[in-house]
């Protein structure tokens, strides 16, 4: 069974920074692509950045590319996402997942992966 639990979210003043977590236990974690979506209430879960399963090439939208870093430890099974300069638009609830097998890593529609986190709020105050 493919686990995902993330942590780290909370709540932060803009300009700060938070460090997002995630842990994937039941798959060979090196072998996938992985992202980070967003949702915040009342709109659609959004692309925010993915990696993909071999040398690590990133792929960010537009309103995080220069603020937020994915990374990735395959020894520690593990994804991170390292937001700096948040804003309080950045507040959501902010979900890992797996990218599905056979889909391309830099394909942002969350229909491209397979399993979920929990999510974990995010919250920027102003």
């Known amino acids: 069974q493919v686990q995902l639990v993330e942590s780290g979210g909370g709540l932060v003043q803009a300009g700060g920074s938070l460090r997002l977590s995630c842990v994937v236990s039941?798959?060979?974690?090196?072998?996938?692509?992985m992202g980070w979506f967003r949702q915040a209430p009342g709109r659609e879960r959004e692309f925010v950045a993915a990696?993909?399963?071999?040398?690590?090439?990133?792929l960010y939208a537009d309103s995080v590319k220069g603020r937020f870093t994915i990374s990735r430890d395959n020894a520690k099974n593990t994804v991170y996402l390292q937001m700096n300069s948040l804003k309080p638009e950045d507040t959501a609830v902010y979900y890992c997942a797996t990218k599905r097998p056979g889909s391309s890593w830099y394909n942002r529609e969350p229909t491209s992966y397979d399993y979920w986190g929990q999510g974990t709020q995010v919250t920027v105050s102003s």
């Open positions: 990696i993909n399963w071999g040398v690590g090439n990133t």
């Open positions: 039941g798959r060979t974690f090196s072998n996938y692509a």
